[in-house]
């Protein structure tokens, strides 16, 4: 993970807190956030809204810098000048501040989708310019402060734009782990890159070693992955694990791992080419047209997708409610390692929510509905 992902949505947790519940021994819910606002290792931008290390900003600054020339933001400067002097000038004197503390009734009304009060509308811009960031969330509500109240001064240094824009797109192929650069590249940077540029950024990666070319077997196309990671896709193809694979605690043959619908490994198509399982996040879509359940995580088992389920955290009564649960492969369910990685996973989900229950209400497996059940005690 190169960033992450932050989405507002809660049914039993929020999707960035289950992706670093997948993969940290012992994480509890917000502990990014500490990371974050507490202690500063951390900053929060972007359309595409992630967590980012704070040394990453320098970086970022160039494209915060270029967002301001986006046209929409043009339009915005030209139309709310006064609201821009106005909130700068009120974040000089309160310090921090946030859209609820404009009422409604008190703000010219705006139709944009990032805000329908002129405030809202223009903090959103001066953060996403860079002159604003977000100093801490109240009920996951941004609550912003100037920059320099925020960020450290060698954080604030705007970076080479040449060396910022190596470094971003350096990044993305880390993010992506085997990528193509297809259609991401211009939103990544803010500005336009030419087929030409690319290719001449890739064949000096390439002789550099900052980026190695990999064939997958039954891909058309060859893909790029990080430089650094050349150690590892050389054991893989050895049919070794690397030694930096190893895990802390169980492996995921011992234990189950629950994927976040948002999560990098499985989301926005990949879990397809990659894994062969077709997945996709319902939770938006009208319920006739869902065909799992409302919030579906993925079920990693071993090296492999297996199947998915549909979990709720009732926090009336402390019980976690498993709406459904779908194998790949039904077989799976008369398994005995896989019904006792089953229950080892869903005991460490469990107590990561805090639930002190848990309802199974519609797993049609009896072994594996038995052992799901038992979690609890």
Avoid: C
């Avoid at 050349?230 to 690397?242: F, H, K, Q, S």
């Amino acid at each position: 993970m190169e960033d992450l992902q932050l989405d507002p949505l809660v049914v039993v947790a929020r999707a960035h807190d289950l992706m670093l519940h997948s993969r940290v021994v012992d994480y509890a819910i917000d502990d990014w956030a500490v990371l974050t606002y507490d202690r500063r290792q951390f900053f929060e931008w972007g359309g595409w809204l992630a967590v980012r290390p704070m040394e990453e900003l320098a970086a970022f600054r160039v494209v915060m810098r270029r967002e301001r020339g986006n046209g929409h933001w043009r339009e915005v400067e030209a139309e709310h000048g006064e609201t821009i002097h106005e909130m700068l000038a009120v974040l000089r004197e309160r310090g921090e501040v946030s859209n609820r503390d404009f009422a409604m009734h008190e703000r010219k009304r705006v139709d944009d989708y990032r805000g329908r009060k002129d405030s809202a509308l223009v903090l959103h811009y001066l953060w996403r310019v860079g002159e604003v960031m977000v100093t801490r969330r109240e009920r996951f509500e941004r609550v912003y402060a100037l920059t320099e109240a925020v960020a450290p001064a060698e954080a604030r240094v705007e970076m080479d734009e040449e060396a910022a824009d190596d470094l971003l797109l350096r990044k993305q192929i880390a993010a992506d782990g085997l990528t193509r650069f297809t259609g991401t590249v211009k939103y990544l940077l803010r500005r336009d890159i030419s087929a030409a540029e690319l290719k001449e950024r890739q064949e000096r990666w390439l002789a550099d070693g900052d980026a190695v070319e990999v064939k997958v077997e039954g891909w058309r196309q060859t893909q790029l992955a990080i430089g650094a990671d050349r150690a590892i896709l050389e054991a893989l193809e050895r049919g070794r694990t690397p030694r930096e694979w190893k895990p802390r605690d169980t492996t995921t043959e011992e234990e189950a791992t629950f994927l976040s619908p948002l999560d990098p490994v499985s989301a926005r198509g990949r879990a397809k080419p990659l894994f062969g399982f077709e997945y996709t996040w319902d939770v938006y879509k009208p319920e006739h047209q869902r065909r799992f359940g409302y919030y579906t995580l993925p079920i990693l088992w071993g090296d492999a997708l297996v199947g998915r389920f549909d979990p709720r955290l009732d926090r009336s009564t402390g019980t976690l409610v498993i709406n459904g649960l779908w194998l790949e492969d039904d077989a799976l369910a008369r398994d005995e390692a896989f019904v006792e990685a089953m229950g080892t996973g869903m005991t460490r989900f469990r107590r990561f929510l805090g639930a002190t229950a848990i309802h199974v209400k519609a797993v049609r497996h009896v072994p594996l509905r038995r052992r799901l059940a038992a979690t609890a005690y």
